[in-house]
């Protein structure tokens, strides 16, 4: 396969690269693991991977090609995300600390959460279309690369987002105290809202 897959092994590091490295997605992974357990970031490291991968698969079958046809839709999902993203880093920054546990559902991103936040942010929908553009070829065999391609960068994400929500996890033994809870929330809130807004301010 890799005969005829020359630049697989170098997406595979890119894919590495992309999910490892800070991120809304992240974030909000460590912050949830860190506030509800372990548990509470699986539906959205699992809702973020699928939705990465299936938009990697849609824009390899030219999904992504109206992106660069239509800037104002792009645009429109630019502050769309923002948008979201913003309210999510409220949500956090404001949590009141006696209500945070381990059954406090409804503060919860979630699957769906997470998954649509991969729909309407253009910066994964640029990440799909570089992806495709760069490793998927324009042979006979593109759309069987595009294939591997979104099933590789399903199953990188998963360990990578995994690590965050282990990060998290462990965090939460210093979180004993109010205090100490309100702090770590309005700092992952503000990182969140840092990350969101970077790319728009740059």
């Excluded at 938009?55 to 090609?65: M, Q």
């Excluded at 998290?168 to 205090?179: C, E, N, T």
Aim: hydrophobic letters at 60%; charged letters at 5%.
């Amino acid at each position: 396969m890799l005969s005829s897959f020359p630049t697989f092994l170098p997406f595979l590091l890119f894919a590495f690269v992309a999910a490892i490295t800070p991120g809304p997605t992240n974030i909000l992974v460590l912050s949830n693991s860190a506030r509800f357990g372990l548990s509470a970031a699986v539906p959205i490291i699992l809702g973020a991977c699928v939705s990465a991968a299936l938009l990697v698969l849609l824009v390899g079958a030219g999904a992504g090609a109206s992106l660069v046809r239509w800037p104002l839709l792009q645009t429109l999902m630019q502050w769309a995300g923002e948008a979201w993203l913003s309210y999510l880093a409220w949500q956090i920054f404001s949590a009141p600390v006696t209500a945070i546990n381990a059954q406090d559902t409804e503060s919860r991103l979630g699957v769906l959460g997470a998954a649509g936040l991969q729909w309407i942010n253009p910066k994964t929908w640029m990440m799909a279309l570089a992806v495709v553009s760069v490793f998927a070829g324009a042979g006979e065999d593109r759309m069987a690369h595009v294939l591997y391609l979104s099933a590789a960068f399903f199953l990188i994400s998963l360990p990578c987002l995994g690590v965050w929500a282990l990060l998290g996890a462990g965090s939460s033994r210093w979180l004993r105290s109010p205090r100490a809870v309100q702090r770590f929330n309005r700092c992952m809130a503000l990182l969140l809202l840092g990350s969101a807004w970077l790319s728009v301010l740059a």
